[in-house]
C-alpha cells in the first residue's frame, strides 16, 4: 500500500521565505514541492498541533506556517563516551585532564555498555531532529586489541540496530603517536571491520606531519575519507592544518578530508591565520567548528583576557570554506553539558561567532543541515523532487523564533513514517485577552516568514 502524506502551509527558510509550500511525500519521497500563492485552507486538514498517536495514512497536514527543515545532519560527535561523567571526572576541566582520565577508564568499560552510551545518545540526538552523525570512536589500542576492538564492535552493532532512526558514520580516533609494533595491523582490522573512515589528533603527537602521512596512505588503499581533530590548541604554534592541506593535495584528496576545532587559528594573528585558511581553501577541506566543548575547554591557563578557543567561523565562511557546526561531547568529562540538539549549538555558534544577522541565522541553519549533509557526502539529502523526505517540523515560523525560543516541540519524519510526535501545548493558560496580545506580540516580534527574510 502507498504511503503518502500532503503537508500544506510549511515555512521553507532554507529555500524561499516569500512563500508557504504544499509539500506531499509518498513512500518516503518528496513527490510535490509547490509554493502556495496564499495560505493554503483545506477543510479537512488536520492541524500539526493535534496530529499525535498513530496518524492515518493520507492525511493532509496543516503545518500553519511552522518551519521544515530536512534532517539535521551532526558532523562530528563522540557517542562512545556520552553520558560517562559520573564514571569519568574532570577537576581541571582541562582538555589533558579529559584525555588522560579518559583513556585510563576505557579498559574498564564492557562492549555492551559502550554500546548502551552510543544508542541512549544517537536516540536522544534523533529526538531533536538529527537524522545523521558522524561519530568519532575512541579507540585505544596500548590497552590491547581487545579494548581497541571492543568500541568498533559497540559501534558497528549499534550502527545496524539504529539504522531505522539515524545514519551512523564511524571514524575510530587513532593514537598514531602511542602506537607500537604490531598496533598498526589492528588498526587495519577495524578498517576492514567496516568503518566509514579514520582520523587522529596529530597535533598531540611529536611526529605529527608522519602520523598525518600514514593516515593518508590508508585513506588511499581503503578508499576512505579522512576527519582530523585539528590544532585543538590555544598554541598559536599548532598548525597541522597546513601539512594536511598540503597531503590532501598531493593524494588527489579534495573533499574528502574534514577538520576539527581549529582552535589554534582563534590564538594567532589575522595574518597568519589567513594564510593557513587560503591553504585549507585550495586544499578544499571541509571543517566543524565544535563551539560548545571548545567554549568550556579552551583559554583554561590563561589569566584575563581568557581566550575561548572557538575557530574563526566567519573568516573560514567568507573564504568558502564548507563550515559545519556540531555537538562534539555529551555529559563526559570532556563537556559536561550538551544534551546533541543542534538547534542549540547553533545558538552557542550564533553567540561565540557574534552571529546575529537574519542572514546569520540562516547560515547557521545551514551549517547544521546542508553543510554537513555535503561533508558526510549523504546523497538524496534536502527538500527536493525524488529526494529522502528525512525531516524535522519546529513549533516556530521563522529562524529568529527557532534561535529565540529553541523550542522544544519538533515532529521528525524519517524512512516514511513520524519517528516522533510530540504532545499537544500544555501548561499554563492565558485568559482570553492576554492570548489575544500575546499572539499579536509574537507576530510583531517575530514577523512572517516573507518579513523575517531581510538580512
Known amino acids: 500500500m502507498t504511503n503518502e502524506w500532503k503537508l500544506i502551509n510549511a515555512s521553507l527558510p532554507l529555500r524561499d521565505e516569500a512563500h508557504l509550500y504544499t509539500l506531499t511525500v509518498r513512500d518516503g519521497i518528496w513527490t510535490e514541492i509547490a509554493p502556495q500563492p496564499a495560505v493554503a485552507a483545506v477543510p479537512d486538514a488536520l492541524p500539526i498541533d493535534e496530529l499525535s498517536g498513530s496518524p492515518a495514512n493520507g492525511s493532509v497536514v496543516d503545518l500553519g506556517g511552522k518551519v521544515l527543515l530536512p534532517g539535521l545532519v551532526d558532523a562530528h560527535m563522540h557517542l562512545d563516551k556520552s553520558f560517562c561523567l559520573p564514571q569519568v571526572g574532570n577537576v581541571s576541566g582541562t582538555l589533558e585532564e579529559a584525555v588522560s582520565n579518559y583513556s585510563n577508564a576505557v579498559p574498564a568499560f564492557s562492549k555492551e555498555e559502550i554500546k548502551a552510551r552510543i544508542i541512549r545518545s544517537a536516540l536522544q540526538a534523533a529526538s531533536f531532529g538529527t537524522t545523521a552523525i558522524r561519530t568519532h570512536l575512541d579507540y585505544h589500542v596500548r590497552w590491547g586489541a581487545d579494548v581497541a576492538l571492543r568500541t568498533i564492535e559497540a559501534a558497528l552493532e549499534a550502527q545496524a540496530e539504529l539504522k531505522p532512526y539515524v545514519k551512523l558514520e564511524l571514524f575510530p580516533l587513532a593514537p598514531m603517536f602511542r602506537f607500537a609494533e604490531g598496533h598498526l595491523d589492528i588498526l587495519e582490522e577495524t578498517l576492514r ?60 584528496w579534495s573533499g574528502r578530508v574534514t577538520v576539527d576545532h581549529l582552535c589554534s587559528l582563534a590564538a594567532m594573528n589575522d595574518m597568519d591565520a589567513g594564510t593557513l585558511i587560503e591553504q585549507m581553501a585550495a586544499a578544499e577541506l571541509h571543517a566543524v567548528t565544535l563551539p560548545g566543548a571548545n567554549l568550556y575547554l579552551q583559554g583554561r591557563r590563561d ?112 524512512g516514511g513514517g513520524w519517528l516522533k510526535l510530540p504532545a499537544k501545548r500544555t501548561g499554563f493558560q492565558l485568559p482570553e485577552l492576554d492570548r489575544k496580545w500575546a499572539a499579536a506580540a509574537d507576530k510583531l516580534a517575530f514577523g512572517t516568514p516573507a518579513a523575517a527574510a531581510r538580512a
Open 193 to 252: 571491520m567496516g568503518v566509514t573512515g579514520v582520523g587522529t589528533a596529530a597535533h598531540m603527537s611529536a611526529t605529527a606531519e608522519a602520523d598525518i602521512d600514514q593516515l593518508f596512505k590508508f585513506a588511499e588503499k581503503y578508499d576512505m575519507p579522512l576527519d582530523f581533530h585539528t590544532d585543538e590548541s590555544d598554541d598559536p604554534a599548532k598548525r597541522t592544518v597546513s601539512h594536511i592541506a598540503k597531503r590532501t593535495i598531493d593524494y588527489g
Open 303 to 414: 589569566s584575563f583576557p581568557v581566550r575561548r578557543g572557538v575557530t574563526r567561523v566567519k573568516d573560514l565562511l567568507a573564504a568558502g570554506i564548507t563550515l559545519a557546526t556540531a555537538s562534539d561531547n555529551i555529559h563526559d568529562p570532556f563537556h559536561p553539558f550538551g544534551r546533541g540538539d543542534l538547534l542549540q549549538i547553533g545558538l552557542i555558534t550564533a553567540y561565540a561567532a557574534h552571529m546575529g544577522r537574519p542572514a546569520d541565522l540562516r547560515t547557521i541553519l545551514r551549517m547544521i543541515t546542508e553543510i554537513p549533509a555535503t561533508i558526510l557526502g549523504l546523497q538524496g539529502y534536502g527538500v527536493e523532487l525524488g529526494h529522502d523526505a528525512d525531516f524535522v517540523i519546529f513549533d516556530g515560523s521563522t529562524p529568529e523564533e527557532l534561535f529565540t525560543m529553541v523550542p522544544e516541540r519538533r515532529w521528525v519524519f524519517r
